[in-house]
């Protein structure tokens, strides 16, 4: 499997990406907002898009389905539960579904709630394991939950889904938030030392060849991972004295996700 990440370099720092077949050359265009780019990256390596899969129903991420699907006749894949948000859909993926990408490559639909309730999150069937996440979450950080989500949901997919998935999944998600999140993690956590020798590496990357991190680094660095770290619930509790004595971890979630919203 041959993982093409394309830089936007827009205001909102989205990543698109083309998911192609080494064998047949087909491709898969997750989220091609920047439909130039997908399509000239194509044309160059030789590749045919096939397919057009969107994480979720949010413009940055379905803008660019229009132009590649007239330049290609890609079919466009989406959440069974967002035609209505997404149009022109010719397959409604659930949870389980196994999407093929020409001859050689799988990846698995997995139903991610949170960001949105019709967001979809892909694992690629490899012997390291990619996971295409959208808005779920992203390097060191979570995805909100203003348009059409709901915290307590997207809390459900990090415990009981993305938690876990194998420590050497490569994480792929929508946006370039990684410096962000880094300093949000040091905020809660000061004395988080593998985040603190990250954060200049982040602040000074080319996003065009951006850091790609696995759920295992994750689990060091991105606070939503560290809901019984002492540091994160001590910190907390300075913000919310109503935290509980022994809080578990949804509610310890639920207000770095609440705090995040704000900082």
Known sequence: MIVEQIWTGNAYRNFNYLIVCPDSGEAMAIDPLDHEKCLGAAKDR????????????????????????????AKL???????????GIDRGLSAGDVIKV????????????????????????????????????????AGNCHNGGHPEDLYETFASQLSKLPDETLIYP??????????????????NQRAKAMLSDAENQDPSKAMVTTLGLEKE???????HNPSVIAALREVFPDLSDDPDPKEVFLKLRMLRNDW
């Open 221 to 227: 660095i991105n606070t939503f991972f560290r809901l």
């Open 77 to 87: 894949l989406a959440h069974a539960g967002a035609r209505d948000s997404i149009p």
């Open 102 to 141: 020409g001859t050689s490559v799988e990846l698995e639909c997995l139903d991610t709630p949170g960001h949105t309730m019709s967001h979809i999150c892909m694992l690629s069937h490899t012997d390291q394991p990619s996971l295409f996440c959208g808005d779920t979450m992203f390097n060191a950080g």
């Open 46 to 73: 030789g590749w045919e898009i096939t397919q057009v899969l969107n994480t979720h129903e949010h413009s940055d991420h379905t803008g660019g389905n229009g132009a590649v699907i007239a330049a290609t006749g």
């Open 174 to 191: 929508g946006h370039d938030y990684i410096f962000n999140n880094l300093e949000f993690t040091l905020d809660r956590e000061p004395d």
